[in-house]
Every structure is written in C-alpha cells, then in structure tokens.
C-alpha cells in the first residue's frame, strides 16, 4: 500500500476545506473499492478523507414525497430502511446483491455511485427512480439528475474538492412498481455481466402503462436508460407480447463489450432475458 495521509473529518466544512486541498485527495467511504485500488495502483492518493463521520452524509430519510440517501449511508442501513418503507423495490433488490453481507456493512450506495463501475448494482435502480445526485463543495453544491452523473468507466462529472452529499428519490406514485435484476455466473461475490432495473407505473383499471422506466449495466462505458423502450411501453396495455417487444427494443440501447465475462451477443441476450423478467416481476407487484 502506498503511503497517504488520512483525515477522518466531523463536519461537511472540514470535509470540504480537506477536498478542496492541492494534490490527489480521495474520498473514502466503505472502502471497499478505493482501498483495493489504491493497494494496487490503480489510484493514488496524497491525502484520503474519510467521510463516515461526516453527519450531513449519513441521513437516511423519508417525508413521503422524497427518499434521501446520504452518501455515506451503506447498502445495510439502505436495505433495512427501504424494505421497511416500501416503495423503491428494485433498490431493496439491488443493495442485498453487493458483494456479501460483510461487503455490504461497510459500502455505501453513494461509494457505488462515485466509483462508476458500468456493473455497479446500486445505479439501474437509482436510475430508474429517477435519483438526483446532490453535491457539496467549498464554493457551493449542484443537483445532477443522476443519468448525467456519469461520465465514463470509473468517472464521475465531479469536480476536484466536490463530493456526492446524498442522493434524493422522489417517492413513486400508486399503481407503480420496480425490480432490479443481475446475471452473474455464480450466486454471489461476482460482477455483473449484465443487470436490468424495470419501473412502471398503470392504469390499473386499462393496464395502460402510464410511466416506464428501464436502465441496463454493464453493457456499455456508463450505466444507460433504454430510452426507446420506455418510450414504447408508455401508452401501451401490458400484456406478454408488449413486454417480449419491450425487451427486444431495449436490447438496442445496449452496446457491450466483449470480454472474459461474456460475449457482446450474450449480453444482449441477457438484457433482452432480464428486461423481461424485471416486467414481469413489476406486473406480478401490481396485481
Ligand atoms: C468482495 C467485493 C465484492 C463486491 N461486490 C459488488 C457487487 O456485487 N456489486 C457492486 O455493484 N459492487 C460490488 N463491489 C464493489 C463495492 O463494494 C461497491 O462499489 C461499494 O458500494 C462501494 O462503496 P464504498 O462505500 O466502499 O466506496 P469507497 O471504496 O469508499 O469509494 C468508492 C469510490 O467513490 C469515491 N467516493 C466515495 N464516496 C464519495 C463521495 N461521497 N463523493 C465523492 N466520491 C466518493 C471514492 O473516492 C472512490 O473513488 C464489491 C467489492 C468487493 C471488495
């Protein structure tokens, strides 16, 4: 492990004045990525702030109209709570799949944001819920619709000395449902090959679907909406043959890579496998 100085701040200023300071100055959350990447060069740091002592990124809370999701908060603490409110069912799903349950205790969702994997569990879900990314620096703060947060593999649109702060979810309105669903080769402590996350809200008395949202990993350089199939089911009664054509459509916004993971084919072929069952499971939440 390279050598590095190590702050662990208790207030977003102190936080911020450490960001903000000359050299190559890393967040730390959880962790679980940037420590490994640091053991193994794949980052440096002069200086790492830790931020879970930092109070203002550990509010977790919901008003009824909104789910706020400090970014320091970990995958455990987000399970349990949304689990208990409802609502943001493909984020339950999500989070329970990262890493293991020890994995899980310390990493944060805000770590998986900001570490931008395109196989990132958390970020379909968040995408599909229509998350907002909240940021902080010294000289003020930003709101990114967190589609625009990413800005390729392991890069964020943050600037230097700018943190994510919490991620806001507006609430889903009745008669909506969502599921997030990965295929990775084993049962768990793998990445992605691919993921889906689904959400539709209906008109439950037509079955017309009056909100889609979908949003694929790692089949591209960032985490994608599939746009065109939204755009498809929106307007359209639910029934089997809207959802196979659902899932067709969206294998377009996929543009994968080859790799030791899988094929480029085979991963179109999991997203067309994934958008439907995450359809499914949505219709089967509605009923
Ligand atoms: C064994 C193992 C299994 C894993 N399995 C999975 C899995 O199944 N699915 C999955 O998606 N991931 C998995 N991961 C990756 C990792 O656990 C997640 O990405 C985790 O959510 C990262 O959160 P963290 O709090 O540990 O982030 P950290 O490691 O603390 O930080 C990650 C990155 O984000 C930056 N950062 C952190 N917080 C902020 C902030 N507030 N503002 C700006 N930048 C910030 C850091 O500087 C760093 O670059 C696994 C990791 C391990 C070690």
Do not use: W
């Given at each position: 492990?390279?050598?590095?100085?190590?702050?662990?701040?208790?207030?977003?200023?102190?936080?911020?004045?450490?960001?903000?300071?000359?050299?190559?100055?890393?967040a730390?959350a959880g962790g679980t990525d940037i420590?490994?990447?640091?053991?193994?060069?794949?980052?440096?740091?002069?200086?790492?702030?830790?931020?879970?002592?930092?109070?203002?990124?550990?509010?977790?809370?919901?008003?009824?109209?909104?789910?706020?999701i400090?970014s320091a908060v970990s995958c455990t603490?987000v399970h349990?709570?949304?689990?208990?409110?409802?609502?943001?069912?493909?984020l339950?799903?999500a989070v329970e799949l990262v890493g293991?349950?020890?994995i899980q205790?310390r990493a944060s969702v805000g770590g998986n944001v900001c570490n931008a994997a395109p196989s990132a569990d958390t970020i379909p879900s968040l995408l599909?819920?229509?998350a907002?990314a909240?940021?902080?620096?010294?000289?003020?703060?930003?709101?990114?619709?967190l589609?625009?947060f990413f800005?390729?593999?392991g890069?964020t649109?943050?600037?230097?000395?700018?943190?994510l702060?919490?991620l806001?979810?507006?609430?889903?309105?009745?008669?909506?449902?969502?599921?997030y669903?990965r295929?990775?080769?084993?049962?768990?402590?793998?990445i992605a090959?691919?993921g889906?996350g689904?959400?539709?809200?209906?008109?439950?008395?037509?079955?017309?679907?009056?909100?889609?949202?979908?949003?694929?990993a790692?089949?591209?350089?960032?985490p994608?909406?599939?746009?065109?199939?939204?755009?498809?089911?929106?307007?359209?009664?639910?029934?089997?043959?809207?959802?196979?054509?659902?899932?067709?459509?969206?294998?377009?916004?996929?543009?994968?890579?080859?790799?030791?993971?899988?094929?480029?084919?085979?991963?179109?072929?999991?997203?067309?496998?994934?958008?439907?069952?995450?359809?499914?499971?949505?219709?089967?939440?509605?009923?």
């Open positions: 492990m390279p050598n590095f100085d190590y702050e662990a701040p208790t207030s977003l200023a102190r936080a911020l004045e450490l960001l903000s300071r000359p050299g190559e100055v890393r730390l420590i490994d990447q640091l053991k193994n060069n794949r980052r440096n740091a002069d200086l790492v702030v830790d931020l879970k002592r930092v109070p203002e990124l550990l509010t977790l809370e919901s008003n009824g109209s909104r789910l706020r400090g603490d349990k709570f949304t689990l208990e409110k409802g609502g943001f069912s493909a339950t799903e293991s349950i020890h205790n599909i819920h229509e907002v909240h940021t902080a620096s010294a000289s003020g703060g930003r709101e990114i619709p589609i625009d800005a390729g593999p890069q649109v943050l600037q230097k000395g700018e943190i702060k919490e806001v979810l507006p609430a889903s309105s009745a008669n909506t449902a969502s599921a669903l295929f990775i080769p084993r049962n768990e402590m793998d090959v691919a889906v689904s959400l539709i809200e209906i008109n439950p008395s037509t079955k017309v679907v009056t909100k889609a949202r979908i949003a694929l790692s089949v591209a350089p960032t994608v909406r599939a746009y065109a199939a939204e755009k498809f089911l929106e307007g359209t009664v639910i029934d089997a043959v809207a959802i196979d054509k659902t899932a067709d459509i969206a294998v377009g916004s996929a543009v994968p890579i080859t790799d030791v993971r899988g094929s480029a084919e085979y991963r179109k072929e999991l997203i067309r496998v994934l958008t439907k069952r995450t359809l499914n499971i949505c219709m089967e939440r509605l009923a």
